[in-house]
T-cell receptor, first 117, second 115 residues
């Protein structure tokens, strides 16, 4: 396993369409995160899974956004009725829960860049 | 609310120079601090992770320090090379019960090393 994998790398869509991104984390990592990054800014936290449970969601994650991790392995992030303001890089990261600690080092994928026309 | 600031926003240096990138955070109750590198259009590559109990971490030509009480971290790059050109991001993970300990990022420092 060479790292966190995201698909597709680029997506161009028209406003109002639905899009779905997929993330495959590093195989032994039980924590998975989604972040969003706009040009010139650092990434912003969207949501987090521990195994298959979605344990935290940011206020940035509107009702049009839904994330799943059905079997505790890969995850999907769906955006319904896309808006131009959704244009951004969507980054997935994973980490391994360390014994006696609540987080370890985060490893990021290459990201999925969304452009909404 | 935690805020992370990185100064300068952009830096250009000649090859071979040693340089320091700065990161400050407003809430010193952090769990760890991580430095990342990001190339244009790419994802983030983890460089160094410093736990709150540590003062510094080193990896090759990189050295990161942490002063939790003053809310500061620095990333020192020795003998810079053109291949070091990228955006460097600092991120902190906070102490918060029940939290995912997600990272709060700065906006980054865009480094250009001139040959």
């Amino acid at each position: 396993d060479t790292g966190v994998s995201q698909d597709p790398r680029h997506k161009i869509t028209k406003r109002g369409q639905n899009v779905t991104f997929r993330c495959d984390p590093i195989s032994e990592h039980n924590r998975l995160y989604w972040y969003r990054q706009t040009l010139g800014q650092g990434p912003e936290f969207l949501t987090y899974f521990q195994n298959e449970a979605q344990l935290e969601k940011s206020r940035l994650l509107s009702d049009r956004f839904s994330a799943e991790r059905p079997k505790g392995s890969f995850s999907t992030l769906e955006i319904q009725r896309t808006e131009q303001g959704d244009s951004a890089m969507y980054l997935c990261a994973s980490s391994r829960l360390l014994a006696g600690a609540n987080t370890g080092e985060l490893f990021f994928g290459e990201g999925s860049r969304l452009t909404v026309l | 609310k935690q805020e992370v600031t990185q100064i300068p926003a952009a830096l250009s240096v000649p090859e071979g120079e040693n340089l320091v990138l700065n990161c400050s955070f407003t809430d010193s109750a952090i769990y760890n601090l991580q430095w990342f590198r990001q190339d244009p259009g790419k994802g983030l590559t983890s460089l160094l992770l410093i736990q709150s109990s540590q003062r510094e971490q080193t990896s090759g030509r990189l050295n990161a320090s942490l002063d939790k009480s003053s809310g500061r971290s620095t990333l020192y790059i020795a003998a810079s090379q053109p291949g070091d050109s990228a955006t460097y991001l600092c991120a902190v993970s906070e102490i918060s019960s029940g939290s995912a300990r997600q990272l709060t990022f700065g906006s980054g420092t865009q480094l250009t090393v001139l040959p």
